[in-house]
């Protein structure tokens, strides 16, 4: 549901507005919602005095927002794209992006699990930047792993 609300806000940014606009304003949604999540996630485990997932929750409007706006930022960045050396990264997770999406809560809860007991010590903003750069990261590598293995490279396509 949430690519197709994301298509639905790059189709709406691609007629509305210029590449560089619509660039910037997908991409402060994606910030708003990451931002967002990591601050009232935080909010509320200090709150509880617990590690809460209420605002990581797939039906948290926190998340909406930063899956809405990473999918129209993402699209924009590759459907704008140049040729070079820089771009083969990109081109190369664009490629992937699915299988991704597929797999990513694993390395996710994984991820999360570890470092869940010591939440209340950490900052917020490093928490969540670290959990999402090393579930991302994670995911790629074992996405690209899967697609070398012939009979496991329809799961993850």
């Known amino acids: 549901g949430y690519m197709l609300a994301g298509a639905v806000l790059f189709e709406a940014l691609e007629v509305t507005t210029n590449k560089n606009k619509s660039l910037f304003f997908s991409l402060s949604i994606w910030a708003l919602g990451f931002l967002s999540t990591a601050y009232f996630s935080w909010w509320k485990s200090i709150t509880d005095l617990k590690y809460s997932v209420i605002f990581l929750d797939y039906n948290s409007p926190t998340v909406l927002l930063a899956s809405v706006g990473a ?87």
């Open 71 to 157: 999918f129209a930022s993402i699209h924009l960045i590759f459907r704008n794209r140049a040729e070079g050396t820089p771009f083969k990264i990109t081109n190369y997770v664009g490629r992937q992006t699915l299988g991704i999406y597929l797999f990513h809560m694993i390395p996710l809860n994984v991820i999360a699990a570890l470092v869940r007991d010591n939440f209340l010590t950490i900052n917020p903003w490093i928490y969540f930047s670290l959990v999402t750069l090393l579930t991302f990261l994670v995911s790629v590598f074992t996405v690209s792993i899967i697609q070398r293995i012939p009979y496991l490279r329809a799961i993850c396509p």
